[in-house]
């Protein structure tokens, strides 16, 4: 058998499990929901969002400006001051965004620290880090959306950055101002990626679970309740509030930084843009490659006993990554069904051959005829 | 240490505790001697038959032992298992198996001190249970009582039917159902 956990950072991070454990039960243990948090939280984001899409106007500005101004700034305004918990709605969804990129931080740590990400699990990785990108994406995006001074120096800096970019640079830039310069089809543009790519992330999310049976999605309530909890308390220590309504004469220079979303902009202030693009596509392509990184032989496929399997679907129901297919049996068989594994998704772990009672797949670098032998010689000798 | 004829066979996770540096080099705990283990990927390979097949072959208790619950590296092992040796998921284990000789134990990387005072203890309480005949034989009657409750616990004695060991016709006859 290989050397399991050895390295230092699995180590730290399985002995704060286990003092997590003793605090909260391995039932209410946070680690052990670590994905699931995030997505809870995007849960809390789509409800609170859509409360705040109903009253949110997105434009710059407008016809009837001198009488009654509504805009974008004005209707988060509005939001904000005037409709019944307002405020909480939208602090709410200002820190919900935050703790889901705090959890995922903490998802993605957990399963690299824990050597869950490799082999099998490729599938998961790749679109968690596709995940990661959107996440930020939209979470800049509604920092755009309130339309006060930050939006618009964020607006202007990653016109900026598209700029910098050769050959896509002008189509990104058009496509993201919805034509030449900001206007009102500017603002409808950043709701539209803001609302649609989050649904947008529905369907990545289907894509990271699609390779698992029964994914853990959900925390416990206990755990719901408790986050909701921290949510409210940090929404009334820190209400959110507007900067000074944007105006496109002006040039904003300084901006409070949000460091779980606008990190990238403070990077862009920091170094040429060039720069800036390469460590961002370099960074990208380096957190994709890490999978690739540990050496560790191939996972050695469960195989099936062809004249055993019954077809009972049992082994196919227990797999955790939905390795086993069900396959019509062949002509002649007494069977309907015959089990089928596909080698690319198993990971070895014999979870199937514990839900077989005949003995009809095997793991084959560990029979589960020897293991009996070895049990039985063990009591014997 | 050896004072009794206990054989236990330890089924646990590769994953779970770490007992490399506890065991000699025929698979017996050093500490323990009673117990001896057998290692696999994960606690979900081990099948119900294989708790049967050691118990037939003369072991008179069973440790299964998997990673804490929530926290199995192939996701849902430890579940699997649990949930077999309760009776929620097929294949279950045979009733003519002695629940007061299978403790379940689920436990992480770290807990190996855990792991073996409930070894321990486990031995200790199979020694006040009624020695089981040879192989498999019709449990007896006046149920003992107390012995196994102890242990429960959070690393949770598995012993779903309580009292009611079963009487089993069939004694050690009955193979392994195939």
Not at chain 1, 273 to 281: D, E
Not at chain 2, 69 to 89: A, P, S, V
Not at chain 2, 148 to 155: C, G, I, Q, W, Y
């Amino acid at each position: 058998m290989q050397k399991l956990y050895t390295d230092p950072l699995t180590k730290g991070m399985l002995l704060l499990e286990d003092w997590t454990n003793k605090i909260a039960t391995s039932k209410y243990n946070p680690f052990y929901y670590h994905g699931a948090l995030p997505q809870f939280f995007l849960w809390v984001l789509f409800l609170t969002g859509l409360l705040l899409f109903a009253y949110y106007i997105p434009t710059i500005d407008n016809a009837y400006a001198s009488e009654k101004l509504i805009n974008a700034w004005t209707s988060v305004d509005y939001i904000t001051n005037t409709i019944p918990f307002g405020a909480v709605f939208r602090g709410m969804h200002r820190y919900a965004g935050d703790a889901m990129v705090l959890t995922i931080v903490l998802h993605v740590l957990r399963v690299w620290f824990t050597d869950r990400y490799r082999q099998y699990r490729i599938v998961q990785w790749l679109s968690g880090v596709v995940l990661l990108l959107m996440v930020l994406f939209i979470g800049q995006t509604g920092y755009y959306l309130v339309w006060d001074d930050r939006s618009l120096i964020l607006t202007r800096m990653t016109v900026s950055a598209f700029d910098a970019l050769p050959l896509i640079g002008g189509p990104l830039k058009t496509w993201f101002l919805n034509g030449e310069e900001i206007t009102n089809l500017t603002l409808s543009n950043f709701l539209f990626i803001h609302i649609g790519l989050s649904f947008g992330l529905l369907f990545g999310l289907w894509i990271h679970y699609v390779r698992m049976q029964r994914p853990v999605i959900t925390p416990p309530p206990a755990i719901n309740y408790i986050l909701v909890a921290i949510l409210l308390m940090v929404v009334a220590w820190m209400p959110i509030a507007s900067g000074n309504m944007a105006q496109l004469t002006q040039q904003p220079t300084s901006f409070e930084i949000d460091w779980f979303f606008l990190w990238p902009y403070w990077m862009m202030a920091n170094m040429p843009l060039g720069a800036y693009w390469l460590v961002l596509i370099v960074g990208t392509v380096l957190l994709c490659l890490i999978p690739y990184t540990a050496k560790t032989p191939p996972v050695e496929a469960a195989e099936v006993v062809l004249n055993k399997c019954t077809g009972c679907s049992l082994c196919s129901k227990d797999c955790p990554y939905n390795a086993i297919e069900m396959v019509p049996a062949p002509a002649g068989s007494r069977f309907k069904l015959l089990a089928t594994v596909k080698e690319f998704r198993c990971s070895g772990c014999g979870v199937c051959v514990g839900a077989c009672a005949f003995d009809a797949i095997d793991l084959p670098n560990l029979l589960d005829t020897d293991v009996t032998s070895q049990i039985k010689a063990l009591v014997q000798n | 240490m050896a004072d009794s004829k206990q054989k236990v066979v330890t089924l646990i996770c590769e994953r779970s505790c770490d007992l490399d540096a506890s065991l000699d080099a025929t698979g017996h705990l050093k500490e323990v001697s009673e117990v001896s283990v057998v290692k696999f990927p994960c606690s979900g390979m081990i099948q119900p038959l294989m708790i049967e097949a050691a118990m037939k072959s003369g072991a008179t208790g069973v440790i299964v032992t998997g990673c804490q619950i929530g926290d199995c590296y192939f996701r849902e092992g430890n579940r699997m298992i649990r949930e077999r040796l309760i009776g929620d998921r097929p294949p279950g284990l045979k009733k003519t198996v002695d629940r007061k000789r299978v403790i379940a134990l689920w436990l992480s990387r770290p807990q190996t001190g855990r792991f073996i005072s409930e070894a321990k203890s486990f031995v200790a309480q199979l020694a006040q249970l009624p020695a089981p005949a040879p192989a498999l034989a019709p449990a007896t009657a006046p149920a003992a009582a107390k012995p196994a409750a102890a242990s429960a616990k959070t690393a949770e004695a598995k012993k779903p039917e309580k009292k009611s060991e079963s009487t089993p016709e069939s004694g050690g006859a009955n193979g392994e159902g195939k």
